[in-house]
């Protein structure tokens, strides 16, 4: 998913505690799930990110060879300005982008 394009908000928001909670009736549970949704976002950012930075990095021993790496700066500061991952998966929670699923409401 294009995490870079989200309109997810960049800094605190209040949400209404009803429209939350909606999907599932039970306001934990949507937390629970935000939750979960948020921990994916958030290992994809990471490994998207170790990704880039390792095309900058230098496997080298001498100290006199490290120097700033201006690009490598530049993708650390867009990936610092992105929404968090939990703005991100309340975002997707709201537009009913997330897919869930109850267990115990499953039956054989």
Known sequence: MDYKNSKAATTTV????????APTQNIYE???????????ISGDLKSELVEKLEEFATYTDSLD????????IEV????????KATAIAVEEWLEGKVYYRNPEDIQE
């Open 14 to 21: 209040t949400y209404d505690k009803n429209e939350i909670e």
């Open 30 to 40: 949507a937390i629970t799930i935000i939750a979960k949704r948020a921990e994916q």
């Open 76 to 83: 650390s500061k867009f990936y610092e300005k992105l929404p």
């Open 65 to 72: 060879e490290v120097f700033e790496n201006k690009e490598q």
